[in-house]
């Protein structure tokens, strides 16, 4: 690796970044000009490995404007060895005061894919030969407008009587079914969108549905139809037998105010719900493999 340069961008380097063909462009993700012009992207937090002038490593960490945590890498592709982007994450980790969180963006069902396997294998063992360990994996679903089953009539919905019902009922749920952008929360705010949803979200309470079984709570649903798109922020039961209706009951929620398409991230654990998304007509959009350092809480 004599001839390999590993160094930051410096501004207005921007286009070098993107000299190197995307290798999975059919996933959905920030452009890297865009992540730029919006302040999240930087060309210090940006880092290439270069052989012969061309970029084989790219590595670009992203802290929104205003975020409180430490910045996460979110672009990180590899044309070269594991060997050479497990330096460049080195020479990046010590610029940035040591390792911090890698949020491995892969298509939907990767595992299944020998295409994009062979795209993904080097930095993920880049990452591992860094110090990172990989820590759980959450999937990206998309609902775009397939028809909700029907409700049964056992359960109503109602909103919330105030935010205050919503965190005794955030109090009593263990495990929130969906939490999406639960990362973005954390990073930016510093906030644990498990147990305080409304910190995030706001006191707002017009996007919340309670599911009530014979006059108790079983349920509790969160959405945001003004975030960057319509979404099922949370989804918490107290009885598994309503998933199914609540879930569908938040989708038109969204769908009634406008929404054509609903987001929800789900830990890939969670094959149950997993498969009531699916039932319910959400589509697995994309997978986010969590790498860590060793001592993270992650």
């Given at each position: ?5 590993i160094r930051?961008?410096v501004?207005?380097?921007e286009?070098?970044?993107?000299s190197?063909?995307?290798p999975?462009p ?8 865009d992540?730029?012009a919006?302040g999240?992207y930087?060309?210090?937090h940006?880092?290439v ?6 970029v ?6 992203v802290?929104p404007?205003?975020?409180i945590?430490a910045?996460w890498?979110e672009?990180?592709?590899?044309d070269?060895?594991p060997?050479v982007?497990?330096?460049l994450?080195?020479a990046a980790?010590e610029a940035?005061g040591g ?5 491995a ?5 990767w595992r299944?894919r020998?295409e994009?396997l062979?795209?993904v294998r080097a ?5 591992r030969l860094?110090?990172l360990v990989?820590?759980g994996?959450r ?9 909700l089953?029907?409700s049964s009539?056992?359960y109503?919905?109602?909103?919330p009587?105030?935010a ?6 955030v ?10 952008g639960?990362e973005?929360?954390l990073?930016?705010?510093g906030?644990?969108l498990?147990?305080d949803p409304l910190?995030?979200l706001g006191d707002?309470?017009e996007?919340?549905?309670?599911a009530?079984d014979a006059?108790?709570?079983v349920?509790?649903?969160g ?6 798109f319509p979404?099922?922020?949370?989804l ?7 998933r199914?209706?609540l ?5 038109r929620?969204?769908?009634?105010g406008?929404a054509?398409e609903?987001i929800?991230d789900?830990?890939?654990h969670r094959?149950t719900?997993?498969a009531?998304?699916?039932r319910?007509g959400?589509?697995?959009l ?11 809480q992650?």
């Open positions: 690796m004599t001839d390999l340069v930051p961008l501004a207005g380097e286009n070098l970044f993107d190197m063909p995307d999975l059919q996933l959905r993700q920030v452009a890297y000009a992540g730029i919006g999240g930087r060309p210090e940006t880092w490995a270069l052989r012969a002038g061309r084989v490593g790219r590595a670009a960490w802290l404007p205003r975020a945590g910045p890498l672009r990180f592709d590899l070269a060895e060997e982007g497990a330096e994450l080195r980790h940035l390792p911090v969180l890698y949020y963006a892969l298509p939907a069902h299944r020998p994009v062979a795209v930095p993920m063992e880049a990452a860094a110090g990989e820590r994996e999937l990206r679903c998309s609902w775009t407008g397939t028809p089953p029907a009539g056992r109503d919905f109602r909103a009587v105030d205050a019902e919503i965190k005794a009922l109090a009593r749920i263990a495990e929130p079914d969906v939490l999406t639960v973005n929360a990073a930016v705010s906030v644990d498990a147990t910190a995030w707002a309470t996007g919340w549905r309670v009530v006059g108790k709570p349920g509790l649903a959405t945001a139809g003004d975030a960057c979404l099922l922020a949370y918490g039961l107290l009885d598994e037998a309503a199914p209706e879930l569908a009951e938040a989708v929620v969204l769908a009634a406008g054509r609903v929800a789900v830990q890939s094959v719900v997993l009531e998304l699916e319910t959400f589509r697995q994309r997978s986010r493999v969590v790498f860590a350092p060793p001592n993270s992650e």
